[in-house]
């Protein structure tokens, strides 16, 4: 997969523009064409021309660093014609603060960004504004939570084009759920609680461990410097405490929105990490099979 187009909504606030540098650092290594587009309520001259004027002077400033950039207007529902043009305009990704409004509080971006992640089928990544301000982008560690599905697998591709040829470092994450034993469990029975547990959670590391080799071998001939972890814990939580151990850049995880997926309850997982981690994190949405 290649990033050739990435959409930047605007709302005329210097928290929607924290986006942009992540595009500018996106665009410079990838080559990538950038669209600054913003959503009109009403189509009023008068009000549009100020927001115009800022599109293009942003798209100066990134035209003066030799990334190609254009811009454009849509009137109607925020959330939704940011879905409909990233859908219909070949857009590979689109980045949006969480939160987020102009002195006239025209946009609420931090609804808007769900409704986004929600309705869109474009990858979206997702920039805290919790998170201190940055004017220079690096992307040296993404982690990529793994739960042994190919549906969380849908992220690597994503994650790899990121890393490639700028010396970033993929760190995959395994998280397993400690396993839960009858509480009846008659003490004369061998092995007793403790060790049938023990054994399970053994079983359950290895089978983490040796899943992750897999992946990253074949991610490591690309090239890209990958390393694994596998934990046992809860998913959020865990996730979490590894992206602030490690000092993330950022996480890449797929989502399928509303829908209940196998393994982890990837939809409450990837909302816990949204609403709690400083990083940005990618969310990636995956067609499957019905």
Not at 72 to 94: Q, R, S
Request: net charge positive; glycine share 6%.
């Amino acid at each position: 997969m290649a990033y050739r187009r990435v959409l930047v909504p605007l709302d005329g606030s210097e928290l929607a523009e924290r986006a942009i540098p992540y595009a500018n650092t996106i665009a410079k290594t990838k080559g990538s064409e950038v669209i600054l587009f913003t959503v009109s309520i009403a189509s009023v001259e008068q009000l549009d021309r100020p927001m115009k004027a800022y599109l293009e002077l942003h798209a100066k400033e990134l035209q003066s660093q030799g990334i190609k950039t254009s811009t454009a207007i849509a009137y109607g529902n925020v959330a939704d014609e940011i879905i409909k043009f990233a859908d219909n305009n070949k857009i590979d990704l689109t980045i949006i603060s969480t939160h987020g409004h102009s002195g006239i509080k025209r946009w609420v971006l931090g609804s808007v960004a769900l409704k986004v992640l929600y309705g869109t089928c474009v990858p979206v990544l997702l920039i805290k504004s919790r998170a201190h301000k940055i004017s220079e982008v690096e992307f040296k560690k993404l982690l990529v939570p793994l739960d042994g599905s190919p549906f969380s697998e849908a992220s690597i591709p994503y994650v790899k084009e990121l890393a490639k040829g700028t010396g970033g470092e993929i760190i995959l994450l395994r998280v397993s759920e400690p396993p839960v034993l009858p509480a009846d469990r008659s003490p004369a029975i061998k092995p007793s609680w403790e060790e049938y547990r023990d054994i399970l959670m053994a079983e359950i590391q290895r089978q983490a461990e040796e899943y992750l080799e897999g992946i990253k071998a074949n991610l490591g001939k690309s090239g890209i410097k990958v390393r694994s972890q596998a934990i046992l814990g809860k998913a959020a939580e865990s996730i979490l405490q590894v992206a602030h151990k490690e000092d993330i850049n950022l996480i890449a995880m797929t989502t399928q929105g509303r829908t209940r997926v196998s393994r982890w309850v990837y939809g409450s997982v990837a909302s816990r990490i949204v609403e709690e981690s400083l990083q940005p994190v990618m969310l990636i949405r995956p067609s499957v099979p019905k």
